[in-house]
């Protein structure tokens, strides 16, 4: 089966439901066993607490398992507690963790601040190091993260290379694959451990409701899971549910966002005053080959680079937008734009001028383009 008939069919069973189409939203603490056999473990039951999970709970799982592939997955309250999960399922006092320095802000925070409170030494490595993270590795990394394309500059990396190095070494690699929703990156096949994403964004698609995932491959999924329960991460059942409704349209939404994203980065590649558009389905775009030999596609979060204009000239354009919201998280059905803002410590950032992350949503292309050219022109932005 295809994905996208995949999409449709993947953790739905409508006749242990009643014939209902959509797995039922099941609120639940207690779970009640049918006698001492069955509390006493003597007679294995599939449900037995709701933080353990529940048939909503397990529809979900299994629809994010075959679509994004590995062995299993787990559900976390947010795309951030799903990051904090892969990582803690991993490392321990006094290990070194490889961290990509593209990552998503607050998984630097964690980094930064948790994991070094635990005795764990983060350091940071270029998004395009390749096959030369070799020459990072120390007796005590256990694990080097990934992030494909990174936060806010969009660097795709050599995840084959980086998990070859990793593999020689039996050290676990994670990656944060929320940009390609579980579509359009397949991360166990390329090689990777475990897959992280923030179903907030593309697979809720609707700007309502935070959830995150862990999948696994077989040797890692006990340890994600021991880990998960001992957390005590679990997700709430509604935002499963809506979880669960966004992916059924996931796979045609994300065309649109793909296509109506590449006609616009194609247009903006080509105005005087945008110096670089980081979209890496744009031919040319720094990224483009390793993005069409890894990916089966992409979505519609990109950047763009302006020549530089003062905060005045940026208010002027951003305080003024008729489509274009002004706001963190995407994925969801409309358009976003921010400033960017890139904090980076394995080497400088080099780069001026001013960088907007862009979410295309699924308004039609002319009346978006018609929004970012207006605001060019009261930003001064001509040609
Ligand atoms: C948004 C995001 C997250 C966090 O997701 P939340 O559900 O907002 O916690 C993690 N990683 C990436 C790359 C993201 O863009």
């Given at each position: 089966m295809k994905d996208k008939t995949k999409a449709i069919l993947s953790g739905r069973d409508p006749e242990a439901h009643h014939g209902a189409v959509n797995t039922p939203v099941y609120h639940a603490s207690t779970i009640l066993y049918p006698s001492l056999d069955a509390i006493r473990g003597r007679a294995p039951m599939e449900y037995t607490y709701g933080r353990a999970g529940t048939p909503t709970s397990r529809a979900l799982e299994t629809a994010i398992t075959e679509l994004e592939g590995g062995a299993g997955c787990v559900l976390t309250p947010s795309g951030a507690s799903a990051v904090a999960l892969a990582i803690l399922s991993v490392v321990k006092t006094g290990d070194h963790v490889l961290m990509v320095d593209s990552a998503y802000k607050p998984t630097r925070r964690l980094c930064d601040n948790f994991l070094k409170k635990m005795g764990i030494e983060t350091e940071?490595?270029?998004?395009?190091?390749?096959?030369?993270i070799s020459a990072k590795l120390r007796d005590n990394t256990s694990l080097i993260f990934t992030e494909s394309p990174g936060s806010q500059t969009f660097e795709v990396q050599d995840i084959p290379a980086i998990c070859a190095v990793a593999k020689a070494h039996n050290i676990k690699t994670a990656i944060d694959n929320t940009w390609a929703s579980p579509l359009y990156f397949d991360p166990f096949s390329h090689g990777l451990d475990l897959s992280v994403q923030a179903l907030t964004k593309y697979v809720v698609g609707h700007a309502d409701a935070l959830i995150?995932?862990?999948a696994a491959n077989?040797?890692?999924l006990k340890a994600l899971k021991d880990t998960h329960a001992q957390l005590g991460h679990c997700a709430a059942p509604d935002d499963i549910y809506l979880a669960l409704r966004g992916l059924r349209t996931l796979p045609t939404r994300l065309a649109q966002h793909q296509s109506s994203a590449l006609e616009i980065a194609t247009w903006l590649n080509g105005l005087s005053f945008v110096d670089d558009v980081l979209y890496p389905a744009l031919p040319g775009a720094a990224g483009h080959d390793l993005w069409q030999r890894d990916f089966k596609g992409a979505t519609g979060l990109f950047a763009v680079r302006l020549a530089p204009c003062s905060e005045d000239q940026l208010a002027a354009m951003l305080d003024n937008m008729r489509l274009f919201g002004?706001?963190?998280?995407?994925?969801?059905?409309e358009s976003l734009i921010v400033p960017a803002s890139v904090q980076r410590t394995a080497e400088p950032y080099e780069e001026t001028g001013q960088l907007l992350r862009l979410h295309i949503g699924l308004e039609d292309v002319e009346d978006l383009k018609a929004d970012l050219a207006d605001g060019f022109a009261r930003a001064g932005y001509t040609g």
């Amino acid at each position: 089966m295809k994905d996208k008939t995949k999409a449709i069919l993947s953790g739905r069973d409508p006749e242990a439901h009643h014939g209902a189409v959509n797995t039922p939203v099941y609120h639940a603490s207690t779970i009640l066993y049918p006698s001492l056999d069955a509390i006493r473990g003597r007679a294995p039951m599939e449900y037995t607490y709701g933080r353990a999970g529940t048939p909503t709970s397990r529809a979900l799982e299994t629809a994010i398992t075959e679509l994004e592939g590995g062995a299993g997955c787990v559900l976390t309250p947010s795309g951030a507690s799903a990051v904090a999960l892969a990582i803690l399922s991993v490392v321990k006092t006094g290990d070194h963790v490889l961290m990509v320095d593209s990552a998503y802000k607050p998984t630097r925070r964690l980094c930064d601040n948790f994991l070094k409170k635990m005795g764990i030494e983060t350091e940071y490595y270029v998004p395009t190091i390749g096959a030369d993270i070799s020459a990072k590795l120390r007796d005590n990394t256990s694990l080097i993260f990934t992030e494909s394309p990174g936060s806010q500059t969009f660097e795709v990396q050599d995840i084959p290379a980086i998990c070859a190095v990793a593999k020689a070494h039996n050290i676990k690699t994670a990656i944060d694959n929320t940009w390609a929703s579980p579509l359009y990156f397949d991360p166990f096949s390329h090689g990777l451990d475990l897959s992280v994403q923030a179903l907030t964004k593309y697979v809720v698609g609707h700007a309502d409701a935070l959830i995150g995932s862990v999948a696994a491959n077989a040797e890692n999924l006990k340890a994600l899971k021991d880990t998960h329960a001992q957390l005590g991460h679990c997700a709430a059942p509604d935002d499963i549910y809506l979880a669960l409704r966004g992916l059924r349209t996931l796979p045609t939404r994300l065309a649109q966002h793909q296509s109506s994203a590449l006609e616009i980065a194609t247009w903006l590649n080509g105005l005087s005053f945008v110096d670089d558009v980081l979209y890496p389905a744009l031919p040319g775009a720094a990224g483009h080959d390793l993005w069409q030999r890894d990916f089966k596609g992409a979505t519609g979060l990109f950047a763009v680079r302006l020549a530089p204009c003062s905060e005045d000239q940026l208010a002027a354009m951003l305080d003024n937008m008729r489509l274009f919201g002004m706001g963190y998280s995407w994925g969801g059905f409309e358009s976003l734009i921010v400033p960017a803002s890139v904090q980076r410590t394995a080497e400088p950032y080099e780069e001026t001028g001013q960088l907007l992350r862009l979410h295309i949503g699924l308004e039609d292309v002319e009346d978006l383009k018609a929004d970012l050219a207006d605001g060019f022109a009261r930003a001064g932005y001509t040609g």
